[in-house]
C-alpha cells in the first residue's frame, strides 16, 4: 500500500486562514466576470484611452453606468451597482485577510521558509503560504519528478500490451488552489524574471500552436525551486 501522509492539526488550521483567503478572490473574480458579461449583454464598450481594467480610472467610469445618465436601463443600471458594491466588499474582505495572514507567515514554523519564498520574483505571502501549507512536510519528497506529480504539473501517460507509452494532458492532480496561485506567480515572473522569460519564449517558439505547455513548464519549474529552497530552509532550521 502506499504511504499517505496527514497534516497535522496546525496544519490542516492554518489552511483554513489561507484557503478563506483563497476563496475570498475566486469570488471576487466571479463578480468581476458578471460585470463584464452584463457590460456586454447591454452592448457597452469601455472608452478607448481608459487603460486596463480594474484601474482606478475604469472603477469610475463604471460607477458612472449606474447613475442616471447612463446608457444603460433601469434593471442593468441596478445590477452594475449591486455588484459593485459586492465586488467593494470582497476587496475590503481580501484586505482583512492578507492583515490576518501576516502573523502566520511570521511565527516560527514558517518565518525561514516565508523569507526564503519571498525573494523570489512573483512569489508573495499568500502564495508562499499556500505552497506550505498544501504540500506539508516537504522532506517527504524524493525528488523533482515526486514534486511535480504532487502538484499535478506533469503529462498523463496513455499505454496498453498494444500501444507504447503516450503522453497526454497534464494530471492536474494535489491542489487546485496551488496550481493557480503557482500560475499567476508564473506570469509576474515571466513579465519580471528574466531566466523564467527566456524558458518562456524558447518553448513558444519550439511549440506556438502550444503556449499552454510552456507556461505549464515555467510553473512547475517554479513549483520544484519553491521546493529546493523550502528544503533548504527546513535542513539549516533543524541543523
Known amino acids: ?13 492554518d489552511r483554513e486562514a489561507v484557503r478563506a483567503r483563497l476563496d475570498v ?14 457590460l456586454k449583454r447591454g452592448g457597452i464598450e469601455k472608452p478607448e484611452g481608459l487603460g486596463n481594467n ?22 442593468a443600471r441596478t445590477a452594475v451597482n449591486s455588484l459593485r458594491r459586492q465586488l467593494e466588499a470582497l476587496e475590503e474582505e481580501m484586505r ?6 501576516e502573523p502566520v507567515g511570521a511565527s516560527p514554523r514558517y518565518a525561514a521558509q516565508v523569507e526564503a519564498l519571498t525573494d523570489l520574483k512573483g512569489v508573495r505571502l499568500l502564495t508562499a503560504l499556500v505552497f506550505l501549507t498544501e504540500l506539508g512536510d516537504v522532506r517527504r519528497f524524493e525528488n523533482r519528478r515526486q514534486v511535480g506529480a504532487y502538484v499535478g504539473l506533469v503529462p498523463s ?14 494530471t492536474r492532480q494535489g491542489s487546485g488552489r496551488l496550481r493557480k496561485v503557482l500560475c499567476q506567480a508564473t506570469w509576474a515572473r515571466i513579465r ?5 522569460r527566456l524558458l518562456h519564449q524558447r518553448l513558444v517558439r519550439k511549440n506556438p500552436k502550444k503556449k499552454k505547455i510552456a ?16 528544503v533548504s530552509c ?3 532550521v533543524a541543523g
Not at 480594474?54 to 434593471?75: H, M, V
Not at 482583512?96 to 495572514?101: F, I, M, S, V
Not at 519580471?192 to 523564467?196: P, Q, V, Y
Open 1 to 13: 500500500m502506499p504511504a499517505v501522509w496527514v497534516p497535522d492539526l496546525q496544519t490542516r488550521d
Open 25 to 38: 478572490g475566486k469570488k471576487a473574480s466571479t463578480v468581476k466576470a458578471q460585470i463584464q458579461m452584463l
Open 54 to 75: 480594474w484601474t482606478q480610472d475604469y472603477r469610475q467610469w463604471l460607477a458612472g453606468l449606474g447613475g442616471e445618465e447612463s446608457p444603460l436601463g433601469y434593471g
Open 96 to 101: 482583512r485577510l492578507d492583515r490576518a495572514l
Open 157 to 170: 501517460s496513455h499505454e496498453s500490451g498494444e500501444q507504447a507509452d503516450r503522453k497526454g494532458h497534464i
Open 192 to 196: 519580471h524574471d528574466a531566466g523564467t
Open 215 to 230: 507556461v505549464v513548464a515555467c510553473m512547475r519549474q517554479l513549483a520544484i525551486l519553491m521546493w529546493h529552497k523550502t
Open 234 to 236: 527546513v535542513a539549516r
